[in-house]
């Protein structure tokens, strides 16, 4: 790095060494990882059984209320993408046929939770959404929800839009994860922690919202509620370069630094003090006819997470009260039984206490339980077995830019893959000691991601941390649990609110 661009990244606040290490990424790529199998029910992925489901749910029911519970929430940026095809008609001549998607979300206008706002908006503009309809003015209408001097929904975060219908209410996504809470999230204290990760232009918004729909749920349950928020730290961004890797200018000089995606969350995730985080994507909510299931589910793979915690604890406090044979044996099972870890044959050559302090390493890490769910459609990114570095066998969710899909055999495994990860996840983040881990320890920075985008009409390279849930949790001990489809629900286009997992 040039001293003027050296200079350039200290006047911007940021870390030179950090640019610097970005900037040979962007030149060397990221490896791929080694494939060893997806993760399949029987390898890999548990399938609880009935009795299994309620052992689970048991044992979390039992210990949840003597423990920090928080409901991790992600829910940063517009919704804008939910809306690129209305805002493509906007664009054109009006004609539906022309436009698939709107004529579709014309035609059921009056089942969106948001038609009663969006009704009233457009009377206190002397006309209501019958009246444009009966007139072709569908330009009105869709305007009426996006513009700012509307509804506003194509700059607000999706957290923030009316999702369901109710006989009393229409609820947001942010109303929906309090009542989530309620039924599967009371900690010590009886308190429901939710901690949102917001952009800083909504975070006031999410708090106007929350203010208004708490007093009710307070009311109706008893129960008390902490509800944090936090906004992704400007120094986890990441330089943008030029396509021959050099750093990218902007118009005025300054360097251009991007959000480094979700994986730049993993330091709030790491700000969060609790014995339990449950982690759930903003906009993967159904109503409350639908909430049973992930009820039972959340609770299932809390309780088996508090089970193979204890196991793992005990294991360590063994190897730390005497290595014998005994503990070292004891620990092994636990590492090959509980994490379906494999010791590679240079370690178990070793002497008994290399041996031990290998496992004890192996075993003193965050734990994670993940849901999957069965894939759908086409096989993609999801749950792997991996080789690390030291021959270990491990369990990781690996995106399909972190495979290589030019190499016969791990194409295959991909292909043969039968579940992906919806974002359903339950962590422990404290150590045998009941001290917190410092979860950047056990991120793997080879896996990243490079992206193409462009700036000003020019072309640019863009670089995001390792995912939250892919590389930036690759050196936690996880487990994969099954779970059903219909906890999986996200919107991913306003048309999708038509699905029935969303209609009242």
């Given at each position: ?217 307070k009311g109706e349950t008893g129960l008390e509620f902490d509800i944090s928020y936090s906004q992704q730290k400007k120094s986890t961004d990441t330089i943008a370069v030029n396509m ?261």
């Amino acid at each position: 790095m040039d001293s003027v661009i050296f200079e350039k990244v200290k006047d911007q606040g940021m870390n030179p060494e950090t640019v610097a290490q970005q900037i040979e990424n962007f030149k060397n790529g990221f490896p791929f990882l080694k494939i060893i199998a997806p993760a399949t029910p029987g390898n890999g992925i548990k399938v609880l059984g009935d009795e299994e489901l309620a052992h689970y749910q048991s044992i979390y029911s039992q210990i949840a209320t003597q423990k920090e519970v928080v409901k991790f929430v992600p829910a940063s940026g517009a919704a804008s993408r939910m809306f690129k095809d209305l805002f493509s008609f906007l664009e054109g001549n009006g004609d539906l046929e022309k436009s698939p998607f709107t004529k579709k979300f014309i035609q059921n206008i009056e089942k969106f939770a948001f038609y009663e706002d969006l009704d009233l908006y457009l009377q206190s503009q002397g006309t209501g959404i019958n009246a444009c309809l009966e007139k072709g003015d569908y330009k009105k209408i869709v305007s009426g929800l996006l513009s700012e001097e509307g509804l506003g929904y194509g700059s607000l975060p999706k957290g923030l839009l009316r999702f369901h219908r109710y006989s009393t209410e229409n609820r947001t996504p942010a109303h929906e994860h309090l009542i989530e809470g309620v039924q599967y999230a009371v900690g010590k204290g009886n308190t429901v922690k939710i901690h949102f990760t917001v952009s800083p232009e909504h975070e006031e918004k999410f708090k106007s919202e929350i203010a208004a729909v708490l007093p009710e749920i307070k009311g109706e349950t008893g129960l008390e509620f902490d509800i944090s928020y936090s906004q992704q730290k400007k120094s986890t961004d990441t330089i943008a370069v030029n396509m021959d890797n050099t750093p990218f200018e902007e118009e005025d000089g300054s360097l251009l630094f991007r959000p480094a995606g979700h994986g730049a969350l993993l330091e709030n995730l790491n700000d969060i003090k609790a014995d339990l985080i449950f982690i759930k994507n903003i906009d993967n909510v159904v109503p409350d006819r639908l909430k049973p299931t992930t009820k039972e589910f959340k609770m299932a793979i809390a309780g088996l997470l508090l089970e193979a915690q204890g196991r793992i604890f005990d294991a360590i406090r063994g190897l730390d009260e005497n290595i014998s044979h005994q503990s070292v044996a004891e620990a092994a099972q636990v590492y090959s039984e509980i994490l379906g870890g494999k010791i590679p044959t240079t370690e178990s050559a070793q002497s008994l206490h290399e041996l031990a302090r290998y496992l004890k390493d192996k075993l003193n890490r965050p734990i994670r339980v993940c849901g999957m769910v069965k894939n759908t459609g086409e096989p993609g990114g999801g749950p792997f077995w991996i080789e690390e570095k030291d021959g270990s066998h491990s369990l990781q969710i690996l995106e399909t830019a972190q495979i290589d899909l030019n190499e016969p055999s791990s194409k295959a495994q991909m292909m043969a893959s039968t579940h992906f990860n919806p974002v359903d996840l339950v962590c422990g983040t404290k150590d045998y000691h009941g001290y917190n881990f410092d979860l950047l320890k056990f991120r793997d920075m080879q896996t990243g991601f490079i992206t193409e985008k462009s700036k000003s009409g020019r072309d640019l390279k863009a670089l995001e941390l390792p995912g939250l849930w892919n590389g930036a949790m690759a050196g936690w001990n996880t487990l994969f649990v099954e779970v059903p489809l219909i906890t999986f629900n996200p919107v991913k286009t306003v048309n999708d609110l038509l699905r029935e997992e969303h209609q009242g």
